[in-house]
């Protein structure tokens, strides 16, 4: 399996927890010349690699492309035939006609961008759509039969109640989407809301509330019939994303776009994050992996994911017992973070909880 993951960096307005690759659009030609250099890109890489198993339109906000840029990029891509094809929407720069033609172009699931259903935590957030036009986004797509969506949910928002975030869940139920990926609110380093946070003009959700909303999550998702198979990913109905599966796989993707990065041929590959750079020659650094970086990502995915890791695939693999190769994960097992269940490494509730501490031990 291989994927590809392609990078539209503009977005209409700014998040304020936002640490992706992007910028305000500065109009259509700016757009255009980004758009050429990234066909060259995938050009070539499709002269080594003609084919790709999932394609990923990610930003950034793709959907802020408008018809022109956005028939394009979908043509410059049309040379693939994946089998999974996602493109991430925000729904305020969606219309029925971008739909349309990302529907004749092969796109067969889609990521919608909600983060909340309230209007006062979107606000906050700095997010411009309204409940209404996610509401009119699903309707279109599923009219369209697009019916693969994915919904991004944000919880421990500032001075979100676990009331609100039940109704958040609530509501995403009863619209019937077979993909969630919920995550709580990090604040990264140089976002707005980093700088409030020192200047004490923001709020941090405190540890045990964040605690109860993830265990939350878990639960509504779960009462609702999705399976949880990864840390922050639930699916319905067998809906799990091939293209995130591949990374948390240790698959091959290729990375094209401003500031994307690839796992290919066992080395990472980075791309510029400035534009002036990209557009002239968009790698920046190759990096082989050595066998035991491999390994340690290998592992470390394997262990986001609830199935867990196979003993067995361990022993074959690498030759080795994986207490052997990593002794401390023992420690995990006695204070109640992972366990050992039909012959597979797992993270227990608790380990859901505090992964990063487990985690360490690959990094
Ligand atoms: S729309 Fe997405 S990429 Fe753009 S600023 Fe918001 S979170 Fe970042």
Not at 219 to 231: L, M, V
Request: hydrophobic share 35%; charged share 25%; net charge negative.
């Amino acid at each position: 399996m291989r994927g590809l993951y392609v990078h539209i960096p503009f977005c209409d307005a700014i998040c304020h927890y936002c640490d992706f690759v992007k910028h305000v659009s500065k109009g259509h030609d700016h757009n255009m010349r980004y758009l050429e250099a990234l066909k060259k890109e995938i050009q070539s890489y499709y002269k080594k690699y003609p084919q790709v198993d999932t394609i990923y339109i990610g930003g950034g906000t793709p959907s802020a492309l408008n018809h022109d840029e956005l028939t394009f990029l979908l043509e410059a891509l049309s040379i693939y035939q994946p089998t999974e094809y996602t493109i991430e929407v925000n729904p305020e720069s969606y219309d029925h006609k971008k739909g349309i033609l990302m529907k004749a172009y092969g796109v067969n699931r889609v990521s919608l961008g909600v983060q909340t259903f309230n209007q006062k935590h979107l606000e906050r957030l700095n997010r411009k759509h309204t409940n209404t036009m996610v509401f009119d986004t699903i309707a279109s797509f599923k009219s369209l039969g697009i019916t693969n969506l994915n919904v991004d949910l944000i919880y421990a928002l500032e001075h979100q109640t676990v009331e609100e975030l039940q109704h958040d869940i609530d509501t995403l139920i009863s619209l019937d989407i077979p993909h969630v990926s919920a995550y709580s609110l990090i604040i990264e380093e140089k976002t707005f809301f980093s700088h409030q946070l020192k200047r004490n003009k923001f709020v941090k959700t405190d540890e045990d509330t964040e605690a109860t909303m993830y265990d939350l999550v878990m639960d509504r998702f779960k009462d609702a019939g999705y399976d949880h198979y990864e840390i922050s990913n639930f699916s319905r109905d067998g809906k799990t994303s091939l293209h995130n599966t591949l990374y948390w796989t240790l698959q091959e993707y290729i990375g094209v776009g401003l500031g994307a990065h690839g796992f290919i041929d066992n080395t990472r590959t980075y791309n510029h994050k400035a534009m002036s750079k990209y557009i002239v020659d968009p790698l920046k650094e190759v990096i082989e992996q050595d066998e035991a970086t491999l390994r340690n990502d290998h592992l470390l995915f394997k262990l986001r994911m609830t199935q867990g890791i196979d003993l067995n695939m361990v022993k074959s693999k690498y030759n080795d017992d994986i207490f052997n190769l990593y002794p401390s994960l023992l420690r995990f097992i006695d204070d109640g973070l992972l366990v050992i269940e039909d012959n597979h490494l797992k993270l227990t509730r608790r380990g859901l909880q505090l992964g990063n501490l487990v985690f360490m031990v690959f990094i």
